[in-house]
């Protein structure tokens, strides 16, 4: 299994960044996804999910509205749109698959809100 996260970077509060990931090493087509974030010193939350077919997604409270998930099953990748970005938002994000029973996590993007 492997996810690749990219995307990230420096963006001014109230922008917009949109996040990929992709996906190799499992049948993606029939796998949930998730995306998590980790602020410094900080554990890490989750901020968006969504089903293997796309039809169902989920978000923390505090994401909802502002950020969207979203997936290709052709191109084995997911997505995370966010827009209206605060300070707070700044983490990692990472994207994570459980796959027979495991947690499989990509590297990691970094995002930076920040005037």
């Known amino acids: 299994v492997q996810l690749v996260e990219s995307g990230g970077g420096l963006v001014q509060p109230g922008g917009s960044l949109r996040l990929s990931c992709a996906a190799s090493?499992?049948?993606?087509?029939?796998?949930?996804m998730n995306w998590y974030r980790q602020a410094p010193g900080k554990g890490r939350e989750l901020v968006a999910g969504?089903?293997?077919?796309?039809?169902?997604?989920n978000y923390a409270d505090s994401m909802k509205g502002r950020f969207t998930i979203s997936r290709d099953n052709r191109k084995n990748t997911v997505y995370l749109q966010m827009n209206n970005l605060k300070p707070e938002d700044t983490a990692v994000y990472y994207c994570?698959?459980?796959?027979?029973?495991?947690?499989?996590w990509g590297q990691g993007t970094q995002v930076t809100v920040s005037s």
């Open positions: 090493g499992f049948t993606f087509s029939t796998y949930n």
């Open positions: 994570n698959v459980v796959w027979r029973g495991l947690h499989y």
């Open positions: 969504i089903t293997a077919s796309g039809g169902n997604t």
